[in-house]
């Protein structure tokens, strides 16, 4: 229990400018009952509605806090029974409209809501129901929020980003739309992601909402059905490509830079090119991070090495590891380099033929260095030919699965039902004594198998992760199969947080893996012998709240800390020396 009391205390004590306090309100009447950051509905007390011209124009009854909580709770419960026995698509976009009414209306309720409920509330504002969201983006938008860069904004941004009414912005999630979860180019309907993410920032890692901004850089969609479609939103034209394409995202990258020039810039949901692309050009020039290469690199590695642990075998097992990943995407690819690197790590160093333990497929198959026009990205994960026994170029999954009985099979391709019964029942032949199966992609219906699926069809002592929420499987023999929840929201707040406080001017190699590490060590023994790899969701203020001071910690060692506030680099050195004491002695 300490440990939560320990960094809870160093955030609000040390760091108060991460966490909302006291604010000079300019506005007045009206304004203020229609702004959400300081709305309070009826909770005004009487003294403010003096004070702020509100006499009048609230009925006169004072609701507590609480009181208002608990009323929004019970319309929330009664849209729940309201609701009983409607399609899950549809109780699911109710349950996202009371919760986006209350924020567009009241942040300081809402933020109360979702951090007290967030294991209920995050599959709602986040995966898998921002999903649905996006889809239907178009038809369901009532009020904005955020910011939206278009292509027709070339040479603007540098005053356009003067029109946020927020002084500081600390966190900035920005898509261009063009690869929504596994749905693909969903073009400005893209921004509930940047929402739902930022939403995670203020729930986990306590980062105040009036210093957020989602971003929406619209540069066209390549989808038909949008631009067809009369409700869309967003620019009606193919998208940029080429030097046309990044001479707006520069445009807007310097825009944020010269307004706030500290502010993180998590670059979210880009089709794999511009991912790779965006996080080349600016990783030395700004402070930013790609979430879907790097922050999914760190939980899958955390996943993977939990999995060693939960065969009841030591670390350094990890180098034995069998692994196949299923999809060479950036999440795919992200998660191989970093397992790479670890491998290396772990081998000493020496990084020869550290990838020869994985495997790599995508929609083409096996890939191997025989690949016609492979991708430069994937180029260092390829096989050559000579080194695979009885597989050739193109191999299918069921191929690899059967030949090279994995230890643990990853999939991040995007397809549902892509570890079909086939595959599952493949997995029963592998060497190892718990194989992991880990159906990463997003939504539910791109999962690449559901958790009953792999528990009946894998065997019951898998291990099982999926990108968006499962229910734990009844096993019908008193045991149950674990179902861990493998996103990278266990990373990205944490990341970000970390960054934020230790003013560090770019995200290092060595801050994210200080991450991975935090996490990959934040489950007990006992838990992991139980399948257990990640914690719950509850603990989500915790676990980010460990890694941000990991991730200050390696700023600190590698001398990218310049302090954040009025908490300079020594003291920041100072803090990072107890701090880890107290990790190592968790
Ligand atoms: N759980 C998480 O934290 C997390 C994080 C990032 C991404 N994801 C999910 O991973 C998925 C992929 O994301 P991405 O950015 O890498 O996408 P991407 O489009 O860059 O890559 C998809 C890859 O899957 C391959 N693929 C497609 N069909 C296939 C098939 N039938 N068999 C094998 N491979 C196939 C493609 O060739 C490509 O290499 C998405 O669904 C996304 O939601 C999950
Ligand atoms: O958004 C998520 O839930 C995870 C990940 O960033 C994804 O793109 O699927
Ligand atoms: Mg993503």
């Excluded at 609701?83 to 996202?96: C, M, N, Y």
């Excluded at 930022?198 to 631009?227: E, R």
């Excluded at 390829?382 to 030949?403: F, H, Q, W, Y």
């Excluded at 001071?549 to 954040?564: D, F, L």
Aim: proline share 4%; with cysteine; charged share 25%.
């Amino acid at each position: 229990m300490w440990k939560v009391v320990r960094f809870a205390a160093a955030r609000s004590r040390r760091f108060s400018t991460a966490i909302p306090g006291p604010c000079k309100v300019h506005k007045r009447g009206t304004d203020i009952l229609h702004d959400p950051w300081f709305n309070k509905d009826t909770g005004f007390p009487l003294t403010e509605r003096d004070r702020l011209g509100l006499r009048g124009l609230l009925p006169p009854r004072v609701i507590s806090f609480e009181h208002q909580y608990d009323r929004f709770m019970n319309s929330y419960r009664s849209l729940e029974k309201n609701t009983q026995g409607q399609s899950d698509r549809f109780v699911s976009l109710s349950k996202w409209r009371i919760l986006n009414r209350l924020h567009d209306r009241n942040e300081t309720l809402y933020y109360r809501v979702l951090i007290d409920n967030i294991k209920e509330f995050a599959p709602i504002i986040y995966t898998p129901t921002v999903g649905l969201v996006c889809e239907n983006y178009s038809g369901l938008f009532r009020r904005p929020r955020g910011m939206y860069f278009s292509a027709k904004d070339k040479g603007e941004m540098m005053s356009m980003i003067y029109n946020w009414p927020s002084d500081q912005v600390d966190m900035i999630v920005l898509t261009d739309g063009s690869r929504i979860l596994g749905l693909g180019d969903l073009g400005v309907q893209g921004i509930g992601i940047p929402i739902g993410k930022l939403d995670m920032y203020v729930a986990a890692a306590g980062i105040n909402p009036q210093k957020i901004l989602p971003v929406m850089l619209d540069v066209g969609t390549n989808n038909q059905k949008l631009l067809e479609d009369p409700l869309y939103l967003g620019v009606r034209q193919p998208r940029l490509e080429g030097e046309e394409y990044l001479l707006i995202v520069d445009e807007f990258m310097e825009a944020v830079h010269a307004r706030w020039p500290k502010a993180i810039v998590q670059f979210e949901d880009f089709q794999m090119k511009w991912a790779f692309e965006t996080l080349k050009r600016y990783r030395e020039r700004f402070c930013m991070f790609n979430d879907d290469i790097q922050g999914t690199a760190g939980v899958a590695l955390a996943g993977l090495l939990g999995t060693v642990r939960s065969q009841g075998q030591p670390l350094s097992d990890f180098l034995k590891q069998k692994i196949v990943v299923v999809g060479a995407g950036s999440a795919g690819l992200g998660v191989l380099s970093m397992a790479v690197q670890a491998v290396s790590r772990m081998s000493g160093g020496s990084g020869t033929d550290a990838n020869s333990q994985f495997f790599l497929i995508d929609k083409d198959g096996l890939v191997t260095t025989e690949r016609s026009n492979l991708d430069p990205a994937a180029v260092p994960f390829a096989k050559n030919p000579r080194d695979l026994e009885g597989l050739s170029e193109g191999a299918s999954i069921i191929e690899v699965v059967k030949k090279v009985k994995p230890h643990v099979l990853l999939g991040l391709s995007g397809v549902g039902g892509v570890f079909n019964t086939e595959v599952l029942k493949a997995m029963r032949e592998s060497v190892s004594t718990k194989p992991a199966i880990f159906a990463m992609s997003n939504p539910t219906m791109n999962a690449e198998c559901t958790a009953i699926e792999a528990f009946s069809h894998a065997g019951e002592n898998i291990v099982f992760a999926s990108g968006s929420p499962f229910e734990n499987v009844d096993l019908g023999n008193g045991e149950v199969g674990h179902v861990n929840q493998a996103n990278n929201m266990y990373l990205f707040p944490g990341i970000g947080l970390g960054t934020l406080l230790s003013g560090a001017r770019h995200i290092t190699d060595g801050m994210l893996r200080a991450a991975a590490e935090c996490l990959a060590s934040y489950m007990t023994e006992d838990d992991v012998r139980k399948g257990i790899l990640y914690p719950s969701i509850d603990c989500i203020r915790d676990v980010t709240a460990e890694v941000g001071a990991a991730v200050v910690c390696a700023a600190v060692a590698e001398k990218q800390a310049e302090g954040h506030g009025d908490v300079g680099f020594k003291e920041l050195e100072n803090m990072s020396k107890v701090w880890k004491i107290l990790i190592t002695h968790r």
